[in-house]
């Protein structure tokens, strides 16, 4: 144990390279019952107030800007800067009369504003939490459930231990993989990653073959001479090598889908304190390895249930046909990011609608010959499977299915026109005076194609869509440093790389509106618009 927790906070030290820099310093004076507030803001930078409500300014510079405010009137100020080549995450920044210095009555020493921490680091353990917590509704999570219950079904002594173990080896990797990936390479290497298409063939194919073999085409064993040496260092170790192993292998094949995730969860947590990011990480992987510690027991509780012949077989192969159909999301990731055109939409839909097809049929195929109670079970299987396929039907013809959005590649949108080079959308909107919409998007987002769907695809939001200039930036596109272009765009201009990731602008380029995150609340998109 003193061990694991060792190896936990080795990775600490890697956090003080994540700071990012703070080109805007706060000051202010007491006087009487309002506050003198300054900003001073460093050569080459400007700043941009996202939010202190509607105040004037005594005095606006280049470098920096004044205002006086009743002290009852005192709110954080939410704000970032800009440089001519990035632009720093947004920051909140709020006052205390505790640290106002009254010491010179003149009121001209001045103060320099603590930065409040507006999340403690306890919230930045919750923002952790419950960022791991939607990580394991999504779609490259869910493949590991039955690799993880065929891996510790096979081991027979300390399933406690074992699962602690696990969960452990989860927390150690993802705050270590995740803050290393961050730090050495940069904020676009998660993108990289969920779209590189070797990595994700291989992901495929790995799925693929456990699907094969949980429909009983052959067994995965390891060559004798593994299976050897592992034997000898399980007796020694308790088998935590193999266990670090199954934890790696969950953490590599999620990892597209919960880069995003880490990513916006580093990016609120940098600024807070060296400890912030690592205790947003820790939040991020206790949620992910809780259920999955759970799943590596459960094979310890089915030896204790009453045997019941061949009910195991059955549920590897309604877990094969899930393993099928989620192998799909890494083939059509690879196809869309390299522009292979192998995978459409209507393919990919027909299928999932074999394979969830595949589970009625099989299930239904001989239950005349099972107990009155596995009937019961597998009618409560065969109805939502059948009827799943059946909704996944009208899809061949270009119904959204939304159920699937967050899997499939993505529909094409009817009813407006879009850009995908930024200077080209730009330099129309100059010309016909429109506004604008930027969609930072991705192959890889799970949550762009649950908004696609959702949202954009909403009648209302669609309407009011067509008074925008529509550019659509995907940061992952690898067909001549596309993605590369797009990703840089986002970063630098507008301080962000996750996805989706929407800024409203005029004709002539300035940003009108605080970016729109991800939503499936079509009526607050309509409110966010301004035009």
């Known amino acids: 144990m003193k061990r694991i927790v060792t190896i936990l906070f080795a990775f600490l030290p890697l956090l003080a ?37 509607e105040r004037e300014f005594d005095e606006e510079f280049a470098d920096s800007f004044v205002i006086t405010v009743a002290k009852a009137d005192l709110t954080p100020i939410r704000f970032n800067a800009c440089d001519d080549k990035m632009c720093t995450a947004p920051e909140v920044w709020s006052y205390s009369e505790a640290v106002l210095q009254q010491s010179d009555p003149t009121g001209e020493a001045g103060l320099t504003a603590q930065r409040s921490e507006q999340r403690s680091l306890l919230w930045i353990f919750v923002l952790g939490f419950l960022g791991g917590l939607l990580a394991i509704f999504t779609p490259c999570v869910w493949p590991i459930i039955p690799m993880t219950v065929s891996f510790f079904l096979k081991r027979s002594d300390k399933g406690i231990r074992n699962a602690v173990l696990y969960g452990l080896s989860i927390i150690i990797l993802y705050v270590g993989l995740g803050l290393l990936v961050t730090v050495l390479f940069g904020a676009s290497a998660l993108n990289e990653l969920s779209t590189n298409a ?18 009983g085409l052959f067994e995965i064993t390891l060559p004798d001479s593994w299976s050897t040496a592992l034997d000898s260092k399980a007796r020694s170790t308790g ?17 597209s889908c919960t880069g995003p995730i880490i990513g916006t969860l580093l990016v609120e947590a940098a600024g807070h304190s060296l400890l912030a990011p690592a205790i947003g990480m820790l939040g991020f992987s206790v949620a992910l390895a809780l259920p999955f510690s759970l799943f590596a027991m459960f094979p310890q509780w089915l030896r204790q249930a009453p045997k019941s012949g061949d009910w195991m077989t059955s549920f590897k192969v309604v877990l094969a046909f899930l393993e099928l159909a989620l192998s799909l999301k890494f083939l059509s990731v690879a196809d869309m990011a390299y522009g292979w055109g192998i995978l459409p939409r209507w393919l990919f839909i027909a299928i999932w609608i074999a394979c969830f097809l595949g589970i009625g049929i099989y299930l239904l195929w001989n239950i005349k010959s099972v107990s009155t109670t596995r009937k019961i079970i597998r009618t409560l299987v065969i109805i939502p499977s059948v009827a799943f396929a059946c909704y996944l039907v009208p899809g061949l013809w270009g119904a959204p299915v939304k159920a699937i959005s967050a899997f499939a590649p993505p529909m094409e949108i009817q009813g407006r026109e879009v850009f995908n080079d930024y200077e080209e959308g730009m330099a129309y909107a100059r010309q016909t005076g429109k506004p604008v ?17 959702y949202v954009l695809d909403n009648d209302s939001v669609k309407t009011r ?67």
């Not at 703070?22 to 507030?37: A, F, I, N």
């Open 198 to 215: 070797v990595v994700n063939i291989v992901f495929f194919l790995i799925l693929v073959i456990f699907a094969l073999s949980f429909f």
């Open 17 to 53: 390279v994540a700071q990012m820099v703070q080109p805007v310093r706060w000051s202010g004076v007491e006087t009487g019952d309002s506050v003198r507030l300054k900003a001073t803001i460093e050569e080459g930078w400007h700043m941009n107030i996202i939010d202190f409500g």
């Open 465 to 531: 869509l067509k008074d925008y200039v529509f550019i659509e930036l995907f940061v992952d596109d690898k067909r001549d440093g596309i993605g590369d272009r797009n990703s840089a765009i986002q970063r630098e201009q507008f301080g962000s790389n996750a996805q989706p990731f929407y800024v409203q602008l005029d004709a002539q380029g300035n940003q009108v509106a605080e970016p729109m995150a991800f939503t499936t609340d079509p009526i607050e998109f309509v409110n966010w618009l301004r035009y």
């Open 437 to 453: 919409i930027i969609d930072f998007t991705g192959y890889g987002c799970v949550n762009c194609r649950k908004m696609e769907a």
């Open 239 to 255: 088998g935590f090598l193999s266990i670090l192993l199954m934890a790696f292998t969950l953490v590599i094949v999620s990892f």
